[in-house]
């Protein structure tokens, strides 16, 4: 086990309507990254969370958002569903080095949304 | 702009003998590269991480991988494999600048036949 959780575990909405999703991060970790895993494909990043600031973001309209808070956790909020969405959602925690680099990214078991 | 090639989707092999999981991998920077594990419905494990030290990376349960800069190479080998390794295994490569971002391979999925 990470250390990192995410919940819900499933989640099932129809098309046209908004959805967030939580994360909270390994003890000690200070950015998030989200990505969408779609059925039988890799994870794609949507984006990372860096001091509650987006630090770069992958080929995702802005529907996708997020938010980090204070304690290092986060939300992904995606408006305007689409079937398109049916996916498992993944948050990763890291920590920045001084350096500025960034450790390696540990995932949490992840969300599956079903957009009907 | 990176990127990385599974050449593999589906490998099977006998319990018992070794597994060859092959990448390569494109980068316009100095790669991080990375193999992870994903069993049915759990999420995303490390198996192991090259980040321009020594270029023979040993990881968790037996798994090991050889970073070959001249072949974009990173190729992940177990000399015996074992029922529980059935899984699905990402390569994933990284660069050491901006968002620190991983791409992701499609995946290889592996069997392990008793």
């Known amino acids: 086990e990470t250390g990192v959780t995410q919940s819900p575990t499933h989640l099932i909405k129809t098309r046209g309507q908004q959805v967030t999703l939580r994360c909270s991060s390994q003890?000690?970790?200070?950015?998030v990254s989200w990505y969408q895993q779609a059925l039988g494909q890799g994870p794609q990043f949507i984006f990372q969370?860096?001091?509650?600031?987006?630090?770069g973001r992958g080929n995702f309209p802005p529907r996708f958002s997020g938010l980090q808070f204070p304690n290092y956790s986060s939300e992904l909020n995606v408006n305007a569903l689409e079937l398109d969405d049916s996916a498992l959602y993944l948050c990763?925690?890291?920590?920045?080095?001084?350096?500025?680099?960034?450790?390696?990214?540990?995932f949490g078991p992840g969300t599956r949304l079903l957009v009907l | 702009a990176q990127s990385v090639t599974q050449l593999d989707s589906h490998v099977s092999v006998s319990e018992g003998t070794p597994v060859l999981l092959r990448c390569n991998y494109s980068?316009?920077?100095?790669?991080?590269l990375f193999w992870y594990v994903q069993h049915p419905n759990k999420g995303l494990q490390l198996l192991l991480k090259?980040?321009?030290?020594?270029?023979l990376v040993k990881g968790i349960n037996g798994f090991e991988a050889e970073f070959k800069k001249s072949e974009t190479s990173f190729h992940l080998t177990k000399p015996s494999a074992h029922m529980s390794d059935a899984a699905e295994y990402f390569c994933?490569?990284?660069?050491?600048?901006?968002?620190?971002?991983?791409?992701f391979g499609t995946g290889t999925r592996l069997t392990v036949i008793p």
């Open positions: 003890s000690g970790h200070n950015t």
């Open positions: 990763a925690s890291s920590l920045a080095g001084l350096a500025g680099g960034f450790e390696t990214q540990y």
């Open positions: 090259y980040t321009s030290a020594a270029t």
């Open positions: 969370y860096y001091r509650e600031e987006e630090n």
């Open positions: 994933v490569v990284s660069e050491k600048t901006g968002a620190n971002n991983l791409f």
């Open positions: 980068s316009s920077y100095s790669p991080s």
